[in-house]
Every structure is written in C-alpha cells, then in structure tokens.
C-alpha cells in the first residue's frame, strides 16, 4: 500500500526488543488528504499544528507501533480502546458478580479465570508478518492449539491429556433446575452492573465509524495500491503463485493475495509458503509501511475528536477499576482449568 517512502514518514527503526516504530512526522503535515487528492475541504477540516503538537508533547501516540517479538501491531486509535486483556476483566467481573449473588442464595459455582493467551496478541496484517508467526500459524489466523482445534484446522497439534475435573462451573448446573433458576435471577438482578460494563467496552460515537472509514480509505488508496504492486512484482520474482482477484480487489486478507494459500491448514508446504510470503513482506518493508499508511489517516481525526476519545478512555479505565474490584472480592470463586 505505498511507494518508497511514504509521504510525510521517514524509515523505520528497530529497537533493542524488536518493536518497529513507524514514525510519520505529522505536524504540519496532517492536512493532506488520506487518499492523496488533497482538496481544500480535506485541508479546512485538517487540525492545526499547534493542535498536533500539543497532544504529542501530552503523550498522543500518532504511530503505528510493530513488535517483531510478539507478533502485535499497535494503531493510534488502539490505546483508547479496551485491549483484549481489559475486555477479559470486565467480562469476568460480570460472570463473577452473578456467581456472588447466587452463591449467597446457597448455589455455589466456580468461575473460570479469563486470561489473555499470548496468541491473541499477534496481528495479521494482509497475511503473516514474521516468520515465526508464518512457521508456526502459516496462512491460520494466530490463536491457542486449543483453538486451533476447536475451529477444525487441518494440522492443529493433538490435544495433550486433560486432567478430571472437579469445581463445578456453571456448565455443570442443568439449564432446567432450580439452581439455575438462582443463577438466571442474580444475571437478572445484576443486569445493571452488566450493560455499564459492557458499555463500557463499546464507542458507539461517531469518531468511531470515521476512523474505520478513514482507514479503508488508506488501504484503497493508490498508495496502496502501488505498495501491493511492489510485494506482488516480489512474489512473481521469487516463484509465489499471486491470487489476480485479490490484488486486483485490493483486500489480500488472511491468505496474503497467494494463490494455494489456505487458512485452514497448518502443514510443511503452507508454512514453506508463508515464510516466502514473509520474506518479500520484510524486501519491500510492507507491514511498516502499510501499518504507517494506517496510522497516517488515523491520526487527523484522533486530534480533532481528541477530547471525546479520552473521555471514552477514563469512562473505560473507571468500569475496569470497578470490574477489578469484583474480581478480587470474589477471588474464591474463581478457578483454573
């Protein structure tokens, strides 16, 4: 999605731990359009750079982060989102709290402890983008081996030996008995804590659907297209069969735009494959690059919708302080597997 140098970036630098910081110098620079036609409307509803500099001298990350090590790609927008793993305290409190209010009623059942598996923490950006993720997932969505399972992937490793269970969840306790009758009454009872908390976890303000159109558009733009035009011009060189359809669409998905990819087998040939697509990803630097273009058409809006977005922030971090505090009231009733 760019040509060599995107327009108001500079090259990417690695850090001691792997993380690539795709930098844009954006004050000054914000007001070009996203899809690069630059009209005056785009240039009027650009913010200014006093307003630009003030929030990245307040903290306003306005790059995209990638970390090599973990596989994550960070957007600007992303820090004020909840994160996989502020999504999984809240969900747990909302289980928990029900369990609380049946368990003084007599009905006693354990709540599974919510974590967060590495795996989730990687991205896919049009396909794999490093090798190990390549050589472990190939053309798979990254996810748990239990996961990879459960959704029938040809090539998951096999399930080791599951140890008896004892605690008894909420699973064991029949849709039918007047034990879950308890339990339905307490959700019901706690409905209110449960919609704050999920509230919490969802912007539903305008600000949100302009940045995901904003994003489309960077990834539809002709910069983009010339960035795809260089990884298909690496594929066709190194003897990776390219999909047309995809690259002429210009949405290359799961299966990176390769011909005989599949993302629902792990096996020798598919992860021989997503190496080579790996490779010429790091030739034309098009994770970087595609992840800055992002990142660039995000960050205008983030500055001009600034306020509202930390509101949604602290609205969110104040429903995690509460949801927190549920969970380590209620720590005896929560269990392992």
Not at 37 to 64: C, F, H, M
Not at 249 to 255: K, Q, V, Y
Not at 279 to 297: G, I, W
Request: aromatic fraction near 4%; hydrophobic fraction near 45%; include cysteine.
């Amino acid at each position: 999605m760019i040509s060599s140098h995107l327009p108001g970036s500079r090259p990417s630098t690695v850090g001691a731990r792997g993380r690539v910081l795709v930098t844009l110098v954006l004050v000054g620079t914000l007001a070009a359009c996203t899809g690069g036609t630059g009209d005056d409307r785009a240039r009027d509803d650009a913010p200014d750079a006093a307003a630009t500099a003030a929030a990245i001298s307040a903290g306003v990350v306005l790059d995209a982060e990638l970390n090599q090590q973990t596989g994550a790609i960070t957007f600007p927008l992303d820090p004020f989102l909840p994160t996989k793993a502020d999504s999984s305290v809240l969900d747990e409190a909302i289980l928990l709290d029900a369990a609380a209010c049946a368990d003084a009623q007599g009905v006693r059942y354990l709540v599974p402890a919510r974590d967060v598996p590495q795996e989730y923490d990687q991205d896919a950006l049009d396909g794999p983008w490093t090798i190990a993720q390549a050589e472990r997932f190939a053309f798979v969505q990254p996810m748990t081996d239990a996961d990879l399972r459960g959704n029938g992937i040809v090539g998951a490793p096999s399930a080791p030996p599951v140890a008896p269970r004892a605690d008894r969840t909420l699973g064991d306790i029949p849709t039918d008995s007047p034990e879950r009758q308890v339990v339905d009454e307490c959700y019901a009872k706690n409905k209110k804590v449960a919609a704050e908390l999920r509230a919490a976890q969802s912007p539903t303000a305008p600000w949100m659907r302009e940045l995901s159109d904003a994003a489309t558009a960077a990834q539809e733009s002709d910069v983009a297209d010339g960035l795809r035009a260089e990884l298909r011009a690496c594929y066709e060189q190194q003897g990776i069969a390219v999909d047309p359809a995809a690259f002429d669409d210009g949405h290359l998905g799961f299966t990176a735009g390769v011909a005989g990819a599949d993302p629902g087998t792990i096996d020798a040939d598919q992860i021989a494959l997503a190496v080579g697509v790996v490779r010429c990803k790091d030739q034309v630097r098009y994770t970087e690059r595609a992840a800055a273009l992002v990142a660039q058409a995000q960050a205008p809006l983030i500055i001009r919708n600034l306020d509202e977005m930390r509101a949604f922030r602290q609205n969110l971090d104040d429903a995690l302080a509460q949801a927190q505090d549920i969970v380590a009231a209620h720590a005896d009733l929560t269990t392992t597997w």
